[in-house]
């Protein structure tokens, strides 16, 4: 199996299936997939730097929107909650859905919420 074909196969997962090879790829080869900075890197660079090298991303929804069954549908998708617990998210907008994400899962958990009817930030 080639590197290209392992990449077509890991964009075709779902988050919570990519979540799960990440746990199993770090359990496997006793490795973190936890970015870890490089010592003096942000104090050459400032704040500048920091923020253009950002890795971790916060899924705030702002607005369930006007289909708001399908919002919670996707909530608990991504969250694993039950029910009752991705419908008071929902209905606490705005709520975090998804702290620390990587910029193409945030990317991702974000396209899903708007297919929904959601409005989503990333921050």
């Keep these: 199996?080639?590197?290209q074909e392992i990449m077509d196969a890991?964009?075709?997962?779902?988050v919570l299936e990519l979540s799960e090879l990440v746990k199993a790829l770090e359990e496997e080869f006793?490795?973190?997939?936890?970015?870890?900075?490089?010592a003096g890197g942000a104090a050459a660079g400032g704040?500048?730097?920091?923020a253009a090298a950002k890795t971790d991303f916060d899924v705030v929804l702002t607005s369930a929107g006007s289909s708001k069954i399908g919002v919670i549908k996707v909530v608990r998708?991504?969250?694993g909650l039950g029910l009752k617990e991705a419908k008071e998210k929902v209905d606490g907008a705005p709520a975090t859905i998804k702290e620390g994400a990587s910029e193409a899962e945030a990317n991702e958990i974000k396209e899903k919420l708007e297919a929904a009817g959601a409005t989503v930030e990333l921050k």
């Design 1 to 3: 199996m080639s590197v």
């Design 10 to 14: 890991v964009k075709e997962l779902k």
């Design 30 to 38: 006793g490795v973190s997939a936890t970015p870890v900075a490089v």
């Design 47 to 50: 704040e500048e730097a920091a």
């Design 77 to 79: 998708e991504i969250t």
